[in-house]
């Protein structure tokens, strides 16, 4: 696996990552709850523009994008999606390696998240903890998350 930064050609590619990694494979929240969250894929231009002002690293395997993560000003982590064929394969871990260095050489005093209940495992064995547990309404859905922050100094 290799980890790059995002072009912006990669952006429909991403919003498929995206998309894929909410709707397919084992998860917590129900089919409806997923359906609410992310009824289609991202447009491509709007993706492109979402991205466009976070740090966006990616991570491929043989040429095709198995997963991203996306840093922004103030540490926060707002998008961290792996394809569910690579999940436990140590594709969130090395994208976060990558993050983390990333905030660390941007004198960031932490990073922040909501995490899904997918994703606070993977935060949480990088050194997350909980700040807080948090729903949020997606079209007539009520989806569970967690604030989770890592200090870096």
């Given at each position: 696996?290799?980890?790059?930064?995002?072009?912006i050609?990669?952006?429909?590619?991403?919003a498929?990552?995206?998309?894929r990694?909410v709707?397919?494979?084992p998860?917590?929240?129900?089919?409806?709850?997923?359906?609410?969250?992310?009824?289609?894929?991202?447009?491509?231009?709007?993706?492109?523009?979402?991205?466009a002002?976070?740090?966006?690293?990616?991570?491929?395997?043989?040429?095709?994008?198995?997963?991203?993560?996306?840093?922004e000003?103030?540490?926060?982590?707002d998008?961290?999606?792996?394809?569910?064929?690579?999940?436990?394969?140590?594709?969130?871990?090395?994208?976060?390696?990558?993050?983390?260095?990333?905030?660390?050489?941007?004198?960031?005093?932490?990073?922040?998240?909501?995490?899904?209940?997918?994703?606070?495992?993977a935060?949480q064995?990088?050194?997350?903890?909980?700040m807080?547990?948090?729903?949020?309404?997606?079209?007539?859905?009520?989806?569970?998350?967690?604030?989770?922050?890592?200090?870096?100094?």
């Open positions: 696996m290799q980890i790059r930064k995002a072009a050609s990669d952006a429909s590619v991403l498929d990552v995206f998309y990694a709707r397919e494979g998860s917590p929240y129900s089919q409806a709850q997923r359906a609410a969250w992310m009824p289609r894929p991202p447009g491509r231009e709007a993706f492109a523009e979402r991205l002002a976070k740090q966006v690293l990616l991570g491929e395997d043989r040429g095709a994008i198995i997963g991203f993560m996306t840093l000003t103030g540490g926060y982590i998008l961290a999606y792996i394809l569910p064929a690579y999940r436990g394969r140590g594709v969130f871990r090395a994208l976060f390696s990558e993050i983390e260095t990333l905030a660390r050489q941007e004198n960031e005093a932490r990073l922040w998240v909501h995490a899904s209940l997918m994703a606070q495992p935060f064995a990088v050194g997350f903890l909980v807080h547990h948090e729903t949020v309404e997606r079209a007539g859905q009520i989806l569970a998350r967690a604030q989770m922050e890592k200090h870096l100094t």
